[in-house]
Nanobody, 124 residues
Protein backbone atom coordinates (compact mmCIF):
# COMPACT_ATOMS: atom_id res chain seq x y z
CA UNK A 1 0.00 0.00 0.00
CA UNK A 2 1.27 3.45 -0.85
CA UNK A 3 2.64 5.49 2.05
CA UNK A 4 1.77 9.18 2.22
CA UNK A 5 3.70 11.84 4.14
CA UNK A 6 2.39 15.38 4.50
CA UNK A 7 4.50 18.42 5.24
CA UNK A 8 4.29 22.19 5.10
CA UNK A 9 1.92 22.94 7.95
CA UNK A 10 2.61 25.56 10.55
CA UNK A 11 1.44 28.63 12.42
CA UNK A 12 0.52 31.61 10.25
CA UNK A 13 -1.50 34.80 10.52
CA UNK A 14 -4.84 35.44 8.88
CA UNK A 15 -4.37 36.40 5.24
CA UNK A 16 -1.12 34.45 4.86
CA UNK A 17 -0.49 31.57 2.47
CA UNK A 18 0.84 28.06 2.93
CA UNK A 19 1.63 25.23 0.57
CA UNK A 20 1.16 21.72 1.86
CA UNK A 21 2.92 18.79 0.24
CA UNK A 22 2.08 15.10 0.26
CA UNK A 23 4.80 12.74 -0.89
CA UNK A 24 3.81 9.25 -2.01
CA UNK A 25 6.07 6.22 -1.73
CA UNK A 26 5.10 4.68 -5.04
CA UNK A 27 4.98 5.89 -8.59
CA UNK A 28 1.67 4.05 -9.03
CA UNK A 29 0.26 7.10 -7.27
CA UNK A 30 0.11 8.86 -10.63
CA UNK A 31 -2.98 6.83 -11.59
CA UNK A 32 -4.71 7.31 -8.24
CA UNK A 33 -7.13 10.04 -7.28
CA UNK A 34 -5.50 12.18 -4.63
CA UNK A 35 -7.47 14.12 -2.05
CA UNK A 36 -6.97 16.57 0.78
CA UNK A 37 -9.14 16.56 3.87
CA UNK A 38 -9.05 18.47 7.12
CA UNK A 39 -10.32 17.98 10.63
CA UNK A 40 -10.67 20.68 13.23
CA UNK A 41 -10.95 19.89 16.95
CA UNK A 42 -14.42 18.66 17.81
CA UNK A 43 -15.53 18.61 14.19
CA UNK A 44 -15.98 15.94 11.57
CA UNK A 45 -13.47 15.41 8.82
CA UNK A 46 -14.14 17.76 5.91
CA UNK A 47 -13.35 17.29 2.23
CA UNK A 48 -11.04 19.99 0.88
CA UNK A 49 -9.97 19.08 -2.66
CA UNK A 50 -9.26 16.22 -5.03
CA UNK A 51 -7.37 15.78 -8.27
CA UNK A 52 -7.65 13.19 -10.99
CA UNK A 53 -4.86 13.10 -13.53
CA UNK A 54 -3.35 16.54 -13.87
CA UNK A 55 -6.32 18.65 -14.84
CA UNK A 56 -9.47 17.37 -13.19
CA UNK A 57 -10.06 18.99 -9.82
CA UNK A 58 -12.89 19.72 -7.46
CA UNK A 59 -13.09 21.49 -4.13
CA UNK A 60 -15.09 21.70 -0.96
CA UNK A 61 -17.97 24.17 -1.02
CA UNK A 62 -16.64 26.38 1.78
CA UNK A 63 -13.29 27.31 0.23
CA UNK A 64 -14.45 30.05 -2.16
CA UNK A 65 -11.55 29.59 -4.56
CA UNK A 66 -8.81 30.17 -1.99
CA UNK A 67 -7.18 26.73 -2.29
CA UNK A 68 -5.60 25.02 -5.30
CA UNK A 69 -4.67 21.35 -5.60
CA UNK A 70 -1.97 20.21 -8.01
CA UNK A 71 0.35 17.27 -8.51
CA UNK A 72 3.82 16.55 -9.77
CA UNK A 73 3.92 12.97 -10.95
CA UNK A 74 7.70 13.05 -11.47
CA UNK A 75 8.06 13.78 -7.76
CA UNK A 76 5.10 11.59 -6.72
CA UNK A 77 3.82 14.59 -4.80
CA UNK A 78 0.49 16.35 -4.53
CA UNK A 79 0.24 19.93 -3.28
CA UNK A 80 -2.37 22.12 -1.67
CA UNK A 81 -1.77 25.83 -2.12
CA UNK A 82 -3.76 27.76 0.46
CA UNK A 83 -4.17 31.51 0.09
CA UNK A 84 -6.03 34.04 2.19
CA UNK A 85 -6.00 31.77 5.21
CA UNK A 86 -8.60 32.36 7.89
CA UNK A 87 -8.75 31.24 11.53
CA UNK A 88 -11.52 28.82 10.56
CA UNK A 89 -9.02 27.02 8.31
CA UNK A 90 -7.21 25.84 11.44
CA UNK A 91 -7.19 22.04 11.35
CA UNK A 92 -5.08 18.96 10.80
CA UNK A 93 -4.79 18.44 7.06
CA UNK A 94 -4.58 14.93 5.64
CA UNK A 95 -3.87 13.69 2.17
CA UNK A 96 -5.38 10.48 0.85
CA UNK A 97 -5.09 8.24 -2.18
CA UNK A 98 -7.38 5.79 -3.91
CA UNK A 99 -6.06 2.57 -5.34
CA UNK A 100 -4.25 2.96 -8.65
CA UNK A 101 -6.41 3.17 -11.77
CA UNK A 102 -9.59 3.82 -9.81
CA UNK A 103 -12.31 4.52 -12.38
CA UNK A 104 -15.47 4.88 -10.30
CA UNK A 105 -17.21 7.99 -9.02
CA UNK A 106 -14.33 10.29 -8.34
CA UNK A 107 -16.46 12.76 -6.38
CA UNK A 108 -16.76 10.22 -3.57
CA UNK A 109 -14.12 7.55 -4.11
CA UNK A 110 -12.97 5.09 -1.46
CA UNK A 111 -9.63 6.38 -0.25
CA UNK A 112 -7.39 3.47 0.67
CA UNK A 113 -4.32 5.25 2.01
CA UNK A 114 -4.01 8.19 4.37
CA UNK A 115 -1.15 10.29 5.62
CA UNK A 116 -0.51 11.11 9.26
CA UNK A 117 -1.62 14.71 8.90
CA UNK A 118 0.00 18.12 9.23
CA UNK A 119 -1.24 20.85 11.56
CA UNK A 120 -2.24 24.22 10.15
CA UNK A 121 -2.97 26.95 12.66
CA UNK A 122 -4.17 30.38 11.57
CA UNK A 123 -4.13 33.17 14.13
CA UNK A 124 -6.38 36.20 13.90
Amino acid sequence: QVQLVESGGGLVQAGDSLRLSCAASEHTFRTAIMGWFRQAPGKEREFVAAIRGNDLTHYGDSLNGRFTISRDDDRSTVYLQMNGLKPEDTAVYFCAATRPNFDGDWYAPPYDAWGQGTQVTVSS
